[in-house]
């Protein structure tokens, strides 16, 4: 990723851990939405990841001098993101059950929302193929919510960050193997919930 | 040491993910075949993957940055007054540089240092609303990636190929995203390919697989790939395709076709698919198919006049040859019945026709298509041990004859004698009509010979693995896609309103 004067992550952050202020702030331009997409993935509430990812800046910039260089500077971030987000998710012993239904349905009345599902539906081209696709995206999103953070954390790395397994081994620090054994378990943990959950 | 329960599961995951080698995917899917049950399971958490992949992507809040402003003075200032925190004051100074370092760094408004006091410290800080963050995102360009969406997705653009999620999209999908004046108000937006730069090189209005440069489909060797998406997983396909190429940093130089919701331009284009159907295919290597593959041919021809809607059309350019098998597993993977296939045109007439202007060139491509086989075929180098077999149509007697022979320890074709070890097939078709119009000396008409590898030498078959290739990709399915700039939504502002949190005034953390 770089930003239009050709300036890279990688570039940008070690401006900034020579103490560069203007390319810290180039840092945070470049990663912010994605790790905020990936921490409200693994929150499922949007104020809750906007605070996390703030805070995860915040450390950031205050661990910069620390970094060591064993990793990629958005990796990095992201570990420390990640840890906020279970340091959390821990002390909170609370689920948030978002879905991208109730998400919908938090914002406004039954009847409104019966009343856009039904203009949605007559404008889909293909019913039954749009359902099925809504339903496994309902089902699976439901089911990210039930299974353990850590679980879900990992498949938000892989699935929607787009982390590599090398990325991946460097933010949970542990070796390819034992990543790929974990990745497989929480994927089967997924698959379960959405089994209880009603979905295929 | 894993156990051989983990190294199962390392190999599912790879496999779940679509980057095994072609060994080591068949190996599982053969260990799959004995384990039906397991089998289920993995196909469900491919399709479950491929929904995490495709769910929407959310951008962070327009006011993310300037609260972060606000959370590092509120820190400073508890840090400040709070003597029972472990830094004490000494806390509070760090948090004060950081805020001043995010203001100048960010670049999105200027604050104004009153005054510090060491009692207590105090800042003023004023910031725009909003602008500042949109300009800084225009700014970023097209390159940033799921950072940018919105200003990187245009209507008819490149983008449209492998596309960042489209409106209409996340209106299927019951998400908010588009009000009735087919202006973008959500942040939920598309996971826009990352550090992709798009080109769009058909003429604008016309994006037609038709309009593609000569250029770009004309190459000896050229090696073209099919992707015959099932409709109901398409824009799962198109989401991993999207992904597979930003994560290669790969040039995705056309997105040519978007017939969905066209008829006029479906119909003509069924009209000339099928006038050329009628007037044949004159090209050696299509006429010397085996029955086997005309009739996959045929099949998918059938096919081909059938999909009205070709959703995609896209060359992929410089692919690696070991990120090939990966991009077709990723589609090919996708649940339904899939089917994913790999076109290598190594014929240059064959390949001039597929970019013929006037002649619908769907339909030579279809052609000139086998299976992934053909591939192969086209970097099939003989080796001793190889069993081929020889067709031969002689002008000079009628019928066609046919003999399988081994390649003997010296690389040579048993009674022709002909040296072919390392030889491609073509070379070698060549070679025995050479030595056949030869030996019947002059004014004799040259026969027509076909060479199939009946059963080749593990390394016969060789790709290199850096080796760079375009790839021609084409995704199908039933689905229309809708125009990019309609409305989908035709509904009153009003009912609307609750769906639209984009115009939320930044927030505090407080």
Request: aromatic content about 4%.
């Amino acid at each position: 990723m770089r930003m239009a004067n050709g300036e890279s992550i990688n570039d940008a952050f070690a401006r900034a851990r020579k103490g560069d202020r203007a390319a810290f702030g180039q840092l945070v331009m470049m990663v912010q939405d994605r790790l905020y997409n990936a921490v409200y993935r693994m929150t499922g509430d949007r104020d809750e990841a906007a605070d996390l990812t703030q805070e995860a800046f915040t450390k950031s910039l205050e661990h910069i001098g620390s970094f060591r260089g064993e990793a990629q500077p958005y990796t990095w971030m992201f570990r420390i993101a990640l840890n906020l987000v279970l340091s959390r998710r821990r002390s909170m012993k609370v689920r948030h059950a978002v879905s991208i239904d109730a998400e919908i349905k938090s914002n406004t009345s039954d009847d409104q929302m019966s009343r856009l599902r039904e203009r949605l539906e007559s404008n889909v081209p293909s019913p039954a193929d749009r359902a099925e696709h809504n339903e496994r995206l309902r089902v699976v999103s439901d089911a990210m919510d039930r299974i353990e953070p850590e679980d879900r954390a990992l498949l938000v790395m892989r699935d929607i960050d787009g982390l590599d397994y090398n990325e991946m081994a460097s933010v949970l620090e542990v070796p390819l193997g034992t990543l790929k054994s974990r990745l497989f378990r929480a994927r089967m943990a997924l698959r379960e919930m959405v089994t209880e959950l009603g979905g295929a | 040491m894993a156990s051989q329960k983990e190294q199962l599961e390392e190999l599912l995951t790879s496999y779940i993910d679509g980057v095994l080698s072609d060994d080591e995917r068949k190996a599982v899917e053969s260990y799959l075949d004995g384990h039906p049950d397991l089998r289920r399971d993995i196909n469900e958490a491919i399709a479950d993957s491929l929904a995490l992949q495709s769910m929407p992507h959310v951008t962070a809040p327009s006011g993310l940055t300037e609260s972060m402003e606000q959370h590092v003075e509120r820190d400073a200032l508890l840090g400040a007054s709070n003597s029972s925190n472990k830094s004490g004051r000494n806390y509070a100074m760090p948090r004060f540089a950081i805020a001043a370092i995010l203001l100048a760094g960010l670049g999105i408004g200027y604050f104004v240092y009153d005054k510090v006091s060491h009692e207590r410290g105090t800042i003023a800080i004023e910031l725009p609303r909003d602008d500042s963050r949109n300009s800084a995102r225009e700014n970023a360009g097209g390159e940033a990636g799921p950072a940018t969406p919105e200003s990187t997705f245009k209507p008819g653009d490149l983008a449209d190929a492998a596309p960042p999620r489209e409106p209409e999209l996340d209106s299927r999908l019951g998400m908010p995203g588009t009000n009735n004046t087919g202006t973008s108000t959500q942040s939920m937006t598309a996971p826009a390919p990352r550090s992709l730069a798009f080109r769009n090189v058909a003429p604008a209005g016309d994006p037609d697989l038709m309009s593609l440069p000569e250029s770009e489909l004309t190459q000896d060797g050229r090696v073209l790939m099919k992707l015959n998406i099932d409709t109901q997983v398409v824009e799962a396909a198109e989401m991993s395709l999207a992904g597979f190429i930003a994560d290669n940093q790969l040039e995705l130089s056309n997105a040519a076709l978007s017939l969905g919701g066209r008829d006029e331009a479906q119909a003509a284009k069924k009209s000339e698919l099928e006038a050329v159907d009628k007037s044949g295919f004159d090209n050696d290597r299509a006429m010397t198919k085996s029955s086997a593959a005309e009739s996959k041919q045929d099949g998918y021809f059938e096919k081909l006049k059938e999909s009205d809607q070709i959703r995609r059309v896209a060359i992929v350019k410089n692919i690696r040859v070991d990120q090939i098998d990966t991009l077709r597993q990723l589609v090919d993977r996708a649940p339904g019945s899939n089917e994913a296939t790999v076109v290598a045109i190594d014929n240059p007439e064959a390949a001039a026709l597929v970019n013929k202007d006037d002649a619908g060139g769907q339909l030579q491509m279809s052609q000139t298509r086998a299976d992934w086989s053909e591939l192969e075929r086209a970097a099939y180098r003989a080796r001793p041990g190889d069993r081929l077999r020889i067709q031969i149509e002689d002008p000079e007697s009628p019928g066609k004859s046919e003999e399988i022979l081994t390649i003997d320890a010296e690389g040579k074709i048993p009674k022709s004698n002909l040296e072919v070890k390392g030889e491609d097939l073509t070379t070698i078709e060549t070679a025995i009509a050479d030595e056949l119009e030869f030996s019947r000396g002059a004014g004799a008409a040259r026969p027509r010979v076909n060479v199939d590898p009946l059963q080749a030498m593990p390394d016969s078959v060789h790709l290199e693995p850096e080796q760079v290739v375009d790839l021609l990709v084409i995704i199908q399915g039933p689905a229309p896609l809708p125009s990019t700039t309609a409305p989908m939504i035709e509904a009153d502002p009003s009912e609307l309103a609750p769906f639209m949190p984009a115009t939320q005034p930044a927030e505090s953390i407080e």
